[in-house]
Each structure stands twice: as C-alpha cells, then as structure tokens.
C-alpha cells in the first residue's frame, strides 16, 4: 500500500555564479516589457522573439551555458510574487518539454528580493508535481525527467526565504498526494498514519487519534452522526506542536470527510469521485503542521481534524433525526449531505477546550462557494476583524486568495431549527456559504475564529503552478499565518526574515 509521497523532492541552491557560468541544464532568465535581456543573452539566437510580454517564452541558444529561457515578466511595475511563481511554473513545464533536469533561474529585478525568490522556488516545485503511482510505464513514451535540482543565480541574502519556499512547497505537494490518494487508500486511518508520522518526525509534535469508541464516549454528537452509516473507522486527530511561542496558541482545524456520498440525502452520481477530495482541509492542516515544525517556528498549535466517510447505509444518519453535539447544542438534520458542519462543529468545540485561543478551520464545506468566488477566491468568515485582516494578508501573500462574507443576525435565524436549537441546512438554500459559517460560529464561543470555505480552490484552480487538479490550497497559507504569529514574540529580534 503506497503510504510515503512521491512528490519529487527538488534541490534548491542559492548561488552568486554569473549567466555564463551557470551550469545547469537549462538557464532561465525573466525578462520585464520594453527592457533588455541580461549580459550574456542579449544578442544571442533567439534572443528577438523574447519581447517581454507576461508568459512570453522564448528559447535561445547562447554560446553558454548552451540553451536559456527567456520567460516575458510583463511590466516591471505589475512585477510580484504571484508572477515570479507563474513564470516559474512555465520554466519548470517547459524544462520537462525540454528534458532538462537541473534549472538556473536568474533572479529577475524586483523591489522584493526575497519574495521573488521564494515566488521561483515555490512555482517551480509546484508545477513539477505529479501524481503518477498508480500509473504503469509507458516505454515508448516515459514521461520527463523530475526537476532535480534549482539553482537561484542571486544574493546569498534570499536563502532563508529559498529555504523557506522549498520547506512549504513540498508541504503542499504532500497534501495534494493525500488529496489525490483515492478514498480507499486515503481513510481516516490513512490520515492518522500521516499524522502519527509528522509527530514521529519532530520532537515538539505530538499526536493524539481517537477511534469510534472514544469519539462516541466523549458524546461528539456530530462526528457519531456522519460516521454511523460506515463500516470504516472514523478518527478524530490531534496533533500539538510547541514551538515556545509566546503569542496566543493558534487552533487550526481540516474537515476530514475522506468521501461524502451525501448519505441518505444522496449526490448525484455525475461528479461524485470528487468527493474523495472533500478532505483537502484536512490533508493541509496536517501539512501545514508538518512544515510549521520544519521551520521551527516559535508558535504553539493545537490541530483537530475529524475525519471520517459519509455514507448511506441501514445504519446511517436519516434526514430529521436530532443529534447532540459536543458542546450539548441540539442540532436537525435535515439534509445528510450538509455533514461537514457537523463533525467541525465538534472539532472546534474541542479545538478550545484543548486551549486554542485564536482558531482557523479550513473546510471544503459549500458548492455555493463556487457559485459565488469560482475557483479564484476562498470565501473567509470570521467573528474577528483583526484575525480575519491576518487571513487576507497572509493570502495576499501567499497567493491562496481568500475574500470575506459578512456574518449578520438575519443569516442566524435561517440556521434555527423547528424541534433543535439548530437545524444543519434551510429550507431555501439561501447564503449557502454564510450559512454554513453562521452555523459553525455557534460552536466556538466568543473564540476569535476565521473559516475558509475551501471548496472551490482545493482542486479545479487551474493557476499555472497547481493545474487542474489538486491544489494543496491552504497549506502556506497556514504557514504564513503562523510566520506572522512567530514575529511577534520575543525571538522576533534574533529571527532573520
Ligand atoms: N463536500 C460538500 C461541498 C462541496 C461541493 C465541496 C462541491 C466541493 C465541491 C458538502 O459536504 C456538501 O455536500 N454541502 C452541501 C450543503 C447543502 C446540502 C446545504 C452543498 O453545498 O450542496
Ligand atoms: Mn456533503
Ligand atoms: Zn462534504
């Protein structure tokens, strides 16, 4: 059973070496509109067809290092990480056409350095991924060659934010793998084993994994309710990292519904294989707890996932039943598909008991989402300006973009229910998404609380370094948010970026 990912592991290297000295099997300089290209590719064959434009590529053939790519950066004042990691990822297609396996970027000129840096690292790894192991050979047509190795022609300044770059987007590709890893192989079991690895592999982590018997002796209402219709054993994981942060110790909770059918309230078969990926929340809370620990930051986490499949069975959750959460809140529920609120509302619930004092849950909860932001912004709900301020920044950042939807008294009233305090879905399915997020905020007190709805970015991006599939989405997210965290104790003075 494939367990370990696959993901390639790509070398990253800073190095002052000069265009000519390079040494890779492919050069790749950016190239801004209306500028020149740099010494030693300015003149060479070729070089006229490179005119700038963003995504513009153009191979030369320089006397060395041999073969250049000049990938069009647009104007120089629209120059960002977002483009630098777009333009890598063509580099990175294009040296797989090409079948190079070492890259040099130079780095191209920006009012960021480091961010440009960590733009090329991250766009390359990402768009070097592939899932391929349940795929046989091909001899008559393999597939390129892995990157294997990356080379930053640039100041010695930017290794740390390379460093940091390579450690989160490999993070994200092993969340993509268990995003990928169909519902047979990736249980909630599965999930657990991966978990129960992050912790063996660091120190400051530790993993806690409840199975059905204490789920349901603790009395989480929610999570006894999705996972009674299937055989297979639901968990609720814990990891905690103690990183000997001094700010508030932040929570981050990943649905973990490892396939949702619906239940009784049945999808439709047309995209239902999708729905192994309705634990992408999971796969990059787990990740991101991975990558946190990597970098060693001074932040405490406390991580939940509930995890489990949603099935229809003899034995399953009916439409109308009435179950008891975790926090003794009584809720109906009247569509079985609208599982994920149920199992996160016990999440969160013990995410504060287990001490987060600031929490984000990341859920692939709505398709009303993708009806209102595509597959180009999450939607973020929170109880909390400033948290919800630190989320978009850090999206901003990272590129997972996340736009708020507000919450208001009038959305609470949709969630009450005729028989329970809560019902899980309305009648009208008005504000699906705001919904879902007014049902959560019931389950956190007066917690500061932020909520991605990640359902219309966690596969289906379509950016040029994720593709169509998979997209890891919200794994540096995460990372980001807790760097920001990090800063801000008392080891902020002798941390370097
Ligand atoms: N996992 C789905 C949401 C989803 C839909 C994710 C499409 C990714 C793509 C969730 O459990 C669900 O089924 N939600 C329902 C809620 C409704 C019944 C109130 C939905 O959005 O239709
Ligand atoms: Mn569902
Ligand atoms: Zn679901």
Redesign the pocket.
């Given at each position: 059973m494939p367990k370990r990912v696959d993901s390639a592991a790509v070398r990253v290297e800073v190095s002052q070496h000069q265009i000519p000295e390079a040494g890779a099997d492919l050069l790749v300089a950016g190239l801004h509109r209306g500028e020149e290209l740099p010494a030693g590719l300015a003149g060479a064959a070729g070089a006229d067809d490179a005119g700038g434009a963003f995504k513009k590529l153009a191979l030369l053939h320089p006397e060395r290092p041999g073969r250049a790519l000049v990938v069009g950066l647009g104007k120089r004042d629209e120059m960002d990480a977002e483009r630098a990691r777009v333009a890598a990822a063509l580099a990175a297609k294009e040296a797989g056409r090409l079948e190079a396996e070492s890259l040099a970027w130079a780095l191209p000129v920006s009012d960021d350095d480091a961010a440009t840096a960590a733009g090329l690292v991250t766009g390359t790894i990402l768009a070097a991924y592939r899932f391929d192991r349940f795929r046989g050979r091909d001899p008559d047509d393999p597939p390129p060659p892995p990157i294997e190795s990356l080379t930053l022609l640039a100041p010695d300044g930017v290794a740390a934010a390379a460093e940091t770059a390579r450690v989160c987007a490999a993070a994200q590709n092993r969340a993509r793998d268990l995003q990928n890893l169909p519902s047979n192989v990736a249980t909630p079991s599965h999930l657990a084993g991966r978990a129960e690895e992050i912790a063996a592999a660091d120190d400051a982590v530790s993993v806690e994994v409840l199975g059905r018997e204490e789920i349901a002796a603790r009395k989480m209402g929610g999570l006894v309710a999705v996972s009674q219709g299937t055989e297979e054993e639901p968990k609720l994981i814990v990891l905690r990292y103690a990183g000997g942060g001094s700010g508030p110790t932040l929570g981050l909770v990943g649905k973990g519904?490892t396939f949702?059918t619906?239940g009784i309230?049945l999808k439709s078969s047309a995209s239902m294989h999708?729905?192994k990926m309705?634990m992408s929340g999971a796969a990059a809370v787990l990740e991101a707890v991975a990558a946190i620990a990597e970098l060693g930051l001074a932040v405490d986490l406390v991580a939940v996932v509930p995890a489990t499949e949603n099935m229809p069975s003899g034995t399953a959750i009916k439409p109308g039943d009435v179950i008891t959460q975790y926090n003794g809140k009584t809720v109906e529920v009247n569509?079985t598909?609208?599982?994920?609120r149920l199992i996160l509302a016990d999440a969160l619930t013990y995410a504060v008991e287990l001490g987060a004092e600031r929490i984000v849950d990341l859920a692939?909860?709505?398709?009303?989402v993708?009806i209102a932001l595509g597959s180009t912004y999450a939607a973020l709900i929170s109880n909390d300006d400033e948290l919800a301020a630190e989320v978009e920044k850090a999206a901003e950042t990272t590129g997972e973009l996340a736009w708020r939807l507000p919450l208001h008294p009038e959305y609470k009233e949709l969630t009450k229910g005729t028989v329970a305090d809560l019902t899980n879905?309305a009648a009208k399915?008005k504000a699906?998404t705001i919904y879902a997020g007014s049902f959560l905020e019931e389950f956190v007190g007066e917690t500061p609380w932020a909520h991605v709805d990640i359902?219309g970015t966690a596969w289906d991006a379509g950016r040029e370094y994720t593709g169509k599939d998979a997209s890891g989405y919200g794994v540096r997210l995460l990372v980001e948010l807790a760097r920001g965290l990090a800063d801000r104790g008392p080891s902020a003075a002798s941390d370097s970026h």
């Open positions: 519904v949702d619906g309230s999708e729905m309705d569509n598909d609208a599982e994920g692939t909860l709505t398709g009303a993708l879905a399915r699906g359902a």
